[in-house]
């Protein structure tokens, strides 16, 4: 089975940098999702992660360490919109590789 | 438009009655896979499909059905729906094992 744990919900300003954490106990580990969920909508995807380290894209990065089983997404000069849901996914090797999800970070911006 | 599409957005059924959700994906991905996401419990799968004809269950797979007849659609049949799968549906579909998933827009089902 899967085991992934994220904090249930964050609060940060505007402006600033905030890291969300997930940690994940599984049998063979293939790769690492982050989504962004807003309120009502569908989940989009983030970002991906096999190897690891850490991967830019704009202001967001993920990070990845497989031996600690442990990643995070940083986000960067934080705006208002950033307020939604990050859901954190493994896919396994050896079986589907279908994700399974966390149950996500809410992430609350304020001014 | 690349996109993938489910109906309906909303349903209100009663318990017992046989339904369908549709979903179809237009970006000719491999995997397709159904979640569904409850509050406190995230999102869950429910089943998901490799290529046409090849589907398996995935953690709460009670209750439903899927088929793959075609690669594009892969519709979601709930046989004898009961209150306890009001729930709100995704399907989502990617083309490769390393890329990432494509979501539907939902489908909010409540079963009285």
């Known amino acids: 089975g899967q085991n992934i744990d994220q904090p249930t919900e964050m609060t940060a300003t505007e402006g600033a940098i905030v890291q969300i954490n997930c940690t994940y106990q599984t049998s063979g580990f293939n790769g690492l999702f982050w989504y962004q969920q807003h309120a009502g909508e569908a989940p989009t995807f983030l970002s991906y992660n096999v190897l690891d380290g850490l991967e830019e894209k704009g202001r967001f990065s993920s990070f990845l360490s497989r031996s600690k089983g442990y990643s995070y997404l940083l986000l960067k000069e934080l705006q208002m919109k950033d307020s939604a849901s990050y859901l954190c996914a493994v896919s396994r090797s050896g079986g589907s590789y279908i994700p399974t999800f966390g149950r996500g970070t809410s992430l609350i911006v304020h001014p | 438009e690349a996109q993938v599409t489910q109906n309906p957005r909303y349903l209100i059924t009663v318990t017992g009655k046989k339904l369908t959700v549709t979903c179809s994906q237009n970006m000719n991905h491999e995997y397709m896979s159904w979640y569904r996401q409850d509050p406190g419990l995230g999102l869950r799968q429910i089943y998901y499909?490799?290529?046409?004809?090849?589907?398996d269950k995935g953690d709460v797979p009670e209750g439903y059905k899927v088929s793959r007849k075609e690669k594009r659609n892969f519709p979601l049949i709930l046989e004898s729906p009961s209150p306890n799968q009001t729930s709100l549906y995704f399907c989502a579909s990617s083309l490769d094992i390393n890329y990432g998933y494509t979501f539907g827009s939902g489908t909010r089902l409540t079963v009285v």
């Open positions: 499909s490799m290529n046409v004809e090849v589907t």
